[in-house]
């Protein structure tokens, strides 16, 4: 998805800076035979993602840092709890769609982010200020969502998806990411973000 020119190259050494990094690009292929859901972050389910990002900002000792939270609404499970700055949101193994996703932030200018659903294509955008959170896709429709975007008024970004028969595709980094497949009816299962 890396586009041309000098922003598709940003993004791809990004990209690869994360991957170096993390070491995420192959983790959690579909070969898995458990399934891994999220929840690792130490949240309740029912948190929301600026709950955890005001969390997160207290564990670090700071009232503003550039972080990430977010979470995944997953078909057959409901609302997972939240994870944090590259935290698995979703579900690996266990052919579970992604049905929304809840994100917030801070220290980027607040975030937008829109939506790919199975048979409806691309959903207006929304967006949210610094600290306050932003949902998109639907609950209660049992409806994939096939793509994410996500942008940040400053500063780079990064995100992954795990997408059905396909495993973990390639980080994408810049000001604005998109994950995810369109026009291929595959399922979006899992998400990781890093700002």
């Known amino acids: 998805?890396?586009?041309p020119g000098s922003r598709g190259t940003v993004r791809a050494l990004l990209a690869l800076g994360l991957?170096?990094?993390f070491g995420f690009a192959g983790a959690g292929t579909a070969?898995?035979?458990?399934e891994r859901v999220s929840g690792a972050g130490g949240y309740a389910a029912?948190?929301?993602a600026?709950?955890?990002l005001r969390a997160e900002l207290g564990r670090r000792g700071t009232a503003a840092a550039r972080s990430v939270c977010y979470r995944a609404h997953v078909t057959g499970i409901g609302w997972l709890a939240p994870v944090c700055n590259g935290g698995l949101a979703g579900s690996v193994g266990?052919?579970?769609?992604?049905?929304?996703?809840e994100i917030a932030t801070s220290?980027?200018?607040?975030?937008?982010a829109g939506a790919h659903l199975a048979d409806l294509g691309w959903e207006r955008t929304r967006c949210a200020p610094n600290g306050a959170s932003v949902t998109v896709g639907t609950t209660g429709e049992s409806r994939a969502m096939e793509a994410l975007t996500l942008e940040t008024g400053l500063g780079a970004m990064a995100a992954q998806?795990?997408?059905q028969d396909l495993g973990w595709m390639e980080p994408q980094a810049g000001l604005s990411v998109t994950v995810g497949t369109t026009g291929r009816h595959k399922r979006l299962e899992a998400i990781r973000v890093w700002v």
Do not use: L, W
């Open 161 to 163: 998806g795990h997408v």
């Open 94 to 101: 266990g052919n579970r769609a992604v049905e929304a996703v």
């Open 19 to 21: 991957v170096g990094a």
């Open 1 to 3: 998805m890396n586009q």
């Open 107 to 112: 220290e980027t200018g607040g975030i937008c």
């Open 50 to 52: 600026a709950e955890a």
């Open 46 to 48: 029912g948190t929301t």
């Open 31 to 34: 070969a898995q035979a458990q």
